[in-house]
Nanobody
Framework: VQLQASGGGLAQAGGSLRLSCVRSGGYIGSYAIGWFRQAPGKEREFVAALSRAGGGTLYAESVKGRFTISRDNAKNTVYLQMNTLKPEDTAVYYC????????????????????WGQGTLVTVSS
């Protein structure tokens, strides 16, 4: 399973970015997807997760109400829409895929995700 994250860049505080996670060589709808991030000198942290069927979502408290995770299976892509960005959102963002029989389950635990993209850097200036 190959995932490629893109869409990172430089944004001002209060601005928006949309990250994309594309699966190559297969159907992204077969997996639950999560977004994680890692800031310099910090541990990897959970950002958002989406179930296989797309009906289940989960967000970290720090991004709830500002970020939205969604999927477009026809485009084999999962998105992370990030609004009202803050400097503390600065990090490398990774998308990851998780095998699960459930169409509704989500998970914030990074060790439950077997496949990872390469990461995309988001920098938010104040």
């Amino acid at each position: 399973v190959q995932l490629q994250a893109s869409g990172g860049g430089l944004a001002q505080a209060g601005g928006s970015l949309r990250l994309s996670c594309v699966r190559s060589g297969g159907y992204i709808g077969s997996y639950a997807i999560g977004w994680f991030r890692q800031a310099p000198g910090k541990e990897r942290e959970f950002v958002a997760a989406l179930s296989r069927a797309g009906g289940g979502t989960l967000y970290a408290e720090s991004v709830k109400g500002r970020f939205t995770i969604s999927r477009d299976n026809a485009k084999n892509t999962v998105y992370l829409q990030m609004n009202t960005l803050k400097p503390e959102d600065t990090a490398v963002y990774y998308c990851a895929a998780r095998s699960t029989a459930s169409t509704r389950a989500t998970s914030p635990r990074w060790n439950e995700y077997s496949y990872w993209g390469q990461g995309t850097l988001v920098t938010v200036s104040s």
